[in-house]
């Protein structure tokens, strides 16, 4: 008889069959299964050499590959297809057994499913996984989540496969639940701000610094070596600066500017809502990338909509590197955003999340990974329990020293008619939570005016209202 498997992995689309080599390449015995078998020969056909896999056509065959307690990594399109599958592989296990769904799921579908489950009698993980292909196949970040004793048992094998950063796997247990998906979605909202920054950058390069994209690519290959250096900035260098095989014009050039997604970036945006936290970077940014699929309706408006045209007229010795520091500005804004989320979801949640951990686990495998999480890591460390993160010295500093730049670079867009929602909105944020007192005051008088919603006094205790229609004197409505 074979030996058994240590894990199993359903759905063997490249994400899955690259997690499923990856972890065969360290030494464990993997069970591997798709739905149409087609693919499952496939596999094996290209990869059967790379380590210890026993094929199965059935997913009863597949069950029955594995050692216990069963370890099923199921790498499927987030939605119904979990649910399918998981109904598929149920019945056929044991108690104790544990279902991985390491795709990206929504963290609601995977807290019910963690309680459905359980209620059979089967461990679920809800395991966010970054990095794309490459990530999976050599070294991703993992975000595990769900019951610490049904980690326990799947911690040697994931830890062994995550990227490593200075001897440290970037894989951690996040918390109970959906808390691993949590985290990955929100990963993947300041993977849109980060996204939308550079593009941002790039828009005011093109069209107020009059460069090319060779030229920009160049200049965010220089962006790299500095306190932006990341995933993103590098390959932002690398697409900039390809050509197109048809055309012979930069690849980029000849690309249709609509933006796809495919949901975790507005699931963060609308959590946030949710949770009452000011997430403007990320929001933003999902924003600009619907706002990108309107593509006839820009076409329409770009012939009757008045505005300036972006012109070299306005370029400066000092804008290019302006610009990199209202990136910078604006991407601490995004990372601070983002981790206050986290930190409300988990306080709501009751996950009790290490964010400290949850940076370090960041620093490599996953898209966002980048230099500046490391900040972030020692900034948890001395600091503890971070409200926001732009209070911390290192940060607080870092957008002092940038805020100029920033400021200049968000008059010239918008003198120059060059959208920078997500610039914009950060450095709005940033003034306004530096501000001890805004302007919702009025904003209550409104309320209490047209609803007698009642505002607070700074000089007394108590909920008050005005009979603003009536005789316009003030009462006390809370007792
Ligand atoms: C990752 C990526 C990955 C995927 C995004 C793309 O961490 O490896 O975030 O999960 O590339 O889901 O998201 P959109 O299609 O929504 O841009």
Redesign the pocket.
């Known amino acids: 008889m074979t030996e058994l498997s240590r894990i199993g992995v359903t759905g063997l689309a490249v994400m899955g069959a690259n997690l499923a080599r990856n972890i065969a390449r360290h030494g464990v015995p993997v069970a591997v299964h798709n739905r149409t078998a087609a693919r499952t020969k496939e596999f094996m056909e290209a990869y059967a050499d790379e380590g210890t896999f026993t094929a199965s056509e059935s997913v009863e065959d597949f069950v029955a590959s594995l050692e216990r307690p069963r370890r099923i990594i199921v790498m499927v399109k987030a939605g119904a297809p979990v649910d399918g599958v998981i109904e598929e592989l149920a019945p056929l296990l044991d108690e104790g057994d544990i279902i991985i769904d390491a795709g990206?799921s929504h963290f609601p579908d995977t807290n019910r499913r963690t309680k459905d489950l359980a209620a059979r009698g089967l461990r679920f993980m809800g395991v966010?996984?970054?990095?794309?292909e490459e990530?999976?196949l050599n070294g991703?970040?993992i975000m595990p989540g769900g019951d610490p004793a049904a980690y326990a048992e799947v911690e040697e094998i994931l830890t062994s496969i995550a990227a490593v950063v200075d001897g440290t796997p970037c894989c951690v247990h996040v918390g109970p639940d959906g808390a691993g998906h949590y985290v990955?979605m929100v990963?993947?909202g300041i993977?849109?701000a980060d996204?939308q920054l550079i593009a941002e950058a790039y828009d005011l390069l093109t069209h107020v610094a009059s460069l090319d994209a060779p030229a920009i690519g160049k200049i965010f290959e220089e962006w790299n070596t500095g306190d932006l250096e990341s995933f993103l900035i590098e390959i932002t260098g690398i697409v900039l600066g390809k050509t197109d095989e048809r055309t012979g014009r930069p690849l980029v050039d000849v690309i249709v500017d609509q933006?796809?997604?495919?949901?975790?970036?507005?699931w963060t945006a609308i959590d946030a809502l949710d949770l009452g936290v000011p997430l403007t970077g990320i929001t933003e940014a999902v924003f600009a990338?619907t706002l990108s699929a309107l593509r006839d309706e820009r076409k329409a408006a770009s012939t009757t909509l008045a505005g300036p045209n972006p012109s070299n007229e306005a370029n400066r010795p000092d804008l290019v590197d302006d610009i990199r520091q209202a990136l910078y500005a604006s991407k601490v804004v995004a990372y601070a955003q983002g981790f206050a989320q986290m930190r409300a979801a988990s306080e709501a949640n009751g996950w009790n999340l290490d964010l400290g951990a949850m940076a370090t686990i960041w620093r490599g495998g996953?898209?966002?990974r980048a230099q500046f999480l490391n900040r972030i890591t020692e900034a948890y460390a001395e600091h503890g329990n971070i409200e926001n993160l732009l209070m911390v010295p290192y940060f607080t500093e870092a957008v002092a020293n940038a805020q100029d730049a920033w400021r200049r670079v968000v008059v010239t867009a918008t003198e120059q008619g060059v959208a920078i929602p997500a610039f914009a909105s950060s450095l709005s944020y940033y003034d306004a939570y530096r501000r001890e007192r805004g302007p919702a005051n009025l904003i209550q008088g409104l309320r209490d005016f047209f609803g007698a919603h009642t505002y607070r006094r700074i000089d007394a205790e108590g909920a008050f209202h005005t009979r603003w229609s009536q005789d316009g004197t003030e009462v006390r409505t809370d007792g």
């Open positions: 990206n966010g996984v970054s990095g794309g990530g999976a991703p970040s990955k990963h993947n993977e849109y996204i933006a796809e997604q495919k949901g975790t970036g507005r990338r996953c898209i966002i």
